[in-house]
Structures are given as C-alpha cells and as structure tokens.
C-alpha cells in the first residue's frame, strides 16, 4: 500500500516550512509529509534579499498606510480583503518568527532597524542584513525537522498528481526512483516559474511545477500574467540566473543613471528611484529606446564604502566577485524577470476551487498584489497565507467529516520511467525556444504581434509533450511546466489586449 498522509507539502520554502510547522505542533497531531525538489535550503525563499514589510511599533506609521502602499504598487487590481488580512496579521507572525529565533537587525539603541524600499512610504521593512530569506529558512527548517509528525524528503519531483475518493496521490521520483503517496490534504508552495524566461532572478528549481499539477487537477488559475520584472538585476552575464541587487540598496539613496551617467527617472514618474518595481523596469525599457543603449547603472558612490559593506554585505561580496567595486563603481543593471503575482487561485483560507487542495507562497494567487508586488511584502505573504492554509487543514483534518487519506481507493501507479523520448539535447533546445518566446513576446511591454503566434506554439509544445504518456524524468517533468506555464501567460495577455 502507498504510504499516505494527511497532508502533502510540495516545496521546502518559507510557506512550506511556515505551515509544516502550524501542522506539526497541532493537537491532536497530523502526519505530514514535506517533499523538496532539491536540497530544503535551497529554494526561492534562501535568495530574498530586501525583508520583511510589517507595522510593528513606528509612530508614524499604520495598517492603513501599508495597505494603501500595497493598492497603489499593485495598480490597485488588488483583492482589499487579502490586503486587509496581509497588513493586520503579518506583525504577528513577525513576532512569532522572532521567538522562534530569526534575528533582525537592530541599530545601537537595541530597537529593530526598519528600511525603506521603493513604493512604501514608510520605513517598516525588518531585515537581516541583506540575506533575510535565508536566514528565516535557516532558522525555520531545524524547527520543522525537530517535529516528530514531519517526514521531509529531499531530491523529490512530483511530476504528477490525481484526485482520488477523499484525497489525491502524488507520483514522485527520488533520486530517479517512481514513488507513489497519497493524501488528504495537497499544500502546493512550489514557488516561482522563472526559469520560464531567459534571464530571471529565479533559482534552477523555479518552473512552475504547482501551477502546472494544480491546472491539470483542474484548479483555476488566475492572473498569471502579472509577471513582475525586477528593475535592477546585475547585467554583467547572459546566464540565465541572474544576480538581484535589492530593492533596498535603492531605498539606501542609490541613483540610477543612463548610459551617458545620468539619472532620467524623473522623465516617467516624480517618484525617482523610490517608485514601484514595474514603474521602474518600464522606465527603464523606454529610456533604452529614447537612447538606444541597454547600459544602465546602480549608483551608490555618495553613500561610502563603509556604509555599503556594512548595510549590504552580501551584495557587496557578490559584486566584487564579478569584478565591481559597489562602494565605488557603478553597477551595470537591466530588468529581469522576479516575481509571479498570478497562480492558482485561492481564498482568504489558502483553498483553491479543488477541494482539499491549497496553495501558498509565489505559486499561489492570494489576490494580495494586484498587478505588481510592493517590495518586501512577499516574506510576509508567505508567512500569513501557508498559516492559514494550515489552520483550515487542522479544523477540517479534525472535524467529523474527516476519514483517512487511504480511504479503500488505491491509485493505479504510473510505470517506470523508461528510456527518454527525447535526448537532453533536445530538452535543451525546447527549453532555449520557450524563454526565447518569453522574452520575445511578453518582457516588460508585450509585443502585440508576437504574442498570438507565441500564445498557439506554446500551447501546441504543451500539448504535444503531454500527449507523448510516457513516464518522464525530472527533466521531462520541468519542461513540461514550462511549456504548460508559458502557454497559460501568453494566452491571458493574449486575451487582455
């Protein structure tokens, strides 16, 4: 029989651990199982750099302030109930991750130190330095193992998922072995589809996997074209994992200027530097083409090398091994893709319109965005809606209608995998066509001519390898999401236009 579980977690990142561990310490207990696609630790999440935007004790600030920040970054296309939820709740969970030991940084007087980052007007982003994502998984994760109802198993790929009588099986390979679990409860916190672009800020493991098993499960997925570019990735390679200099180091007084060295952001908004991140990347598109040069930079010269090695350590060191002085060089940046703001769409509890499966984290669409995320309010998102999500599990895990995930109903397995239908070669070169239509037909502006064609070859590569029925491998797998997650963005702008 099929080991099964009341509940399933895909993804090891803050919104997976976040809601393992509300799960693990419910009474009575709930047997969980946490799957992570690679390493736990290595996730989206490790790789954030900004903080975490919370009202916690300042005077001059309020839930309301907050809540407008995140309407006005977010075009107000916002859900004002997610937003609501997000700015009340996420202070709590801030002090609660402070008691689980994650440490913030703290000026000389012992109070914690808040930054500002571009869209808010307040000073309410608790950090760790410039490495806060990490340090929160870091100190989360031990937390989580610790827990004797938690099973976490690593270099585990959920290719597939089916909905059974009373819960789902999940077909994985591990280590290039088919496994099969079953469970009540699906939490889905898969993170990101980044990998889906040529040059994204996005980890390796970014390809939409949860968007892609939610929509073949038949959950609505909403809003995935709010894709978000961030305005200041590191230009200094074609790699396609790009380095991220932080909304932060903007919000320190960094300048950005032109090719001829001069700041030009006052030509599109009277928000300079400090305004939203789709403002800024936009911005920075036009002013290419007012110029025709894609050199940008990230000037932080005036602040001092003292100040920059201290403030952003992290970002510093990165620079310097790519050959640039931070504290006294300009930074070669141009936009990249970062962020999702769509996903499988959910309620205020988490649930997607499947029962008993939710979402949580990037992969998730809480509604809390609108059409662009305000800087740092993604760690809190996280935090509040994988809570949520694991509350609403626990009351209905516990209630009378409940039954066990194994319910008489045995899933049929996949067979094993066999050898490839297609050579690694040629995931390569899919690979290389699907961010090459991204970054063709929907970077920054969309191409009105090249979305339609790109909509209908994405959507027919989609199909194509699905209908192949052949067990994949992990890389099968992975291009299957993307083929799946292109096609599904491209055919939303399509129909917006």
């Known amino acids: 029989m099929e080991p099964s579980y009341d509940v399933i977690i895909l993804g090891s990142g803050l919104a997976g651990l976040y809601a393992a561990l509300e799960l693990g310490e419910a009474d009575p207990p709930v047997s969980v199982l946490v799957l992570s696609k690679q390493a736990p630790t290595d996730s989206g999440s490790s790789l954030a750099q900004g903080?975490?935007?919370?009202?916690?004790e300042q005077e001059d600030d309020s839930f309301a302030l907050h809540a407008e920040d995140t309407l006005v970054a977010g075009n107000y296309q916002n859900d004002p109930a997610a937003v609501e939820v997000l700015v009340r709740e996420g202070p709590e969970d801030v002090r609660r991750v402070m008691a689980l030991g994650v440490e913030f940084d703290r000026d000389a007087q012992g109070e914690l130190e808040m930054n500002l980052e571009g869209g808010h007007s307040r000073r309410r982003i608790v950090h760790h330095a410039d490495q806060t994502g990490?340090?929160?998984?870091?100190?989360?994760?031990?937390?989580?193992?610790?827990?004797p109802g938690i099973t976490l198993r690593g270099d585990a790929t959920a290719y597939a998922a089916r909905r059974l009588r009373g819960g789902f099986a999940v077909e994985t390979l591990?280590?290039?072995?088919?496994?099969?679990?079953?469970?009540?409860?699906?939490?889905?916190?898969?993170?990101?589809?980044?990998?889906?672009?040529?040059?994204?800020t996005n980890p390796p493991i970014s390809t939409g996997d949860g968007i892609r098993l939610a929509y073949e499960l038949g959950a609505a997925i909403k809003n995935l074209r709010f894709v978000q570019f961030h305005p200041t990735a590191f230009d200094g390679s074609d790699h396609e994992e790009q380095f991220l200099i932080s909304e932060a180091v903007r919000g320190e007084g960094a300048f950005l200027r032109n090719c001829s060295g001069e700041r030009f952001l006052q030509r599109y908004d009277p928000r300079q530097e400090l305004a939203p991140r789709d403002v800024v990347s936009r911005a920075i598109v036009q002013e290419a083409r007012r110029t025709g040069s894609k050199r940008f930079y990230l000037d932080i010269r005036h602040r001092g090398r003292d100040f920059v090695w201290e403030r952003f350590p992290g970002i510093a060191a990165a620079c310097k091994e790519r050959g640039y002085d931070m504290g006294g060089e300009l930074i070669p940046v141009f936009p990249c893709q970062h962020y999702l703001m769509g996903g499988v769409a959910v309620n205020l509890q988490s649930r997607s319109t499947v029962p008993g499966l939710y979402a949580a984290g990037e992969c998730a669409h809480t509604g809390l965005h609108g059409g662009n995320r305000l800087a740092s309010n993604s760690l809190p998102e996280a935090l509040v809606f994988s809570r949520r999500a694991a509350q609403d599990i626990i009351r209905r895990a516990h209630d009378g209608s409940s039954f066990p995930a194994d319910s008489g109903e045995s899933a049929k397995m996949l067979p094993p995998p066999c050898a490839h239908a297609r050579s690694v070669r040629e995931y390569d070169r899919l690979r290389e066509e699907i961010q090459e239509?991204?970054?063709r037909a929907y970077f920054v502006f969309p191409d009105i001519?090249?979305?339609?064609?790109?909509?209908?070859?994405?959507?027919?590569?989609?199909?194509?390898?699905?209908?192949?029925?052949?067990?994949?491998?992990?890389?099968?797998?992975?291009?299957?999401?993307?083929?799946?997650?292109?096609?599904?963005?491209?055919?939303?702008?399509?129909?917006a236009l």
């Open 51 to 56: 903080g975490v935007a919370a009202v916690l």
């Open 134 to 147: 990490r340090e929160l998984v870091d100190k989360l994760l031990p937390r989580v193992l610790a827990l």
């Open 174 to 200: 591990e280590s290039g072995q088919p496994r099969q679990y079953v469970c009540r409860f699906l939490l889905l916190a898969t993170g990101g589809i980044g990998r889906v672009y040529r040059r994204t």
């Open 437 to 439: 239509e991204m970054q």
């Open 449 to 495: 001519e090249a979305l339609p064609r790109a909509a209908k070859r994405m959507r027919t590569l989609y199909e194509s390898l699905k209908a192949e029925g052949a067990a994949p491998d992990k890389e099968y797998a992975q291009i299957l999401s993307l083929a799946c997650v292109a096609a599904l963005i491209l055919e939303e702008a399509e129909e």
